[in-house]
């Protein structure tokens, strides 16, 4: 089981700051960034990067309710069409012994 962490007001403040100075990901990228950060607030790199990731889906989902863009690549879902098939026939070999 996953505990949650708890981080001090200091801690707060330091993250939002290096997610407003580009720690915004998760990514190789941010590497360098998340573990200064890390080692600045006395957490786990893991503790980090996991605050990083929610962080961003926290701004993704409240910039999509506002309809705005998020900044850097968007996470919207691809277009999907889905149909309906009907009346498939299987040979009766495929058919599932457990239908009536």
Avoid at 29 to 43: D, G, R, S, V, Y
């Amino acid at each position: 089981m996953n505990l949650r962490s708890v981080f001090t007001v200091e801690q707060q403040r330091i993250l939002q700051r290096y997610y407003e100075n580009g720690m915004t990901n998760q990514s190789k990228n941010c590497f360098q960034l998340i573990l200064q950060c890390a080692q600045e607030t006395k957490l786990d790199f893991s503790v980090v990067r996991t605050w990083v990731g929610n962080k961003r889906r926290k701004m993704s989902s409240k910039n999509s309710e506002s309809g705005t863009a998020t900044t850097g690549t968007s996470l919207s879902a691809p277009d999907i069409t889905v149909r309906n098939v009907v009346n498939i026939t299987r040979p009766s070999s495929q058919q599932s012994s457990w239908t009536s």
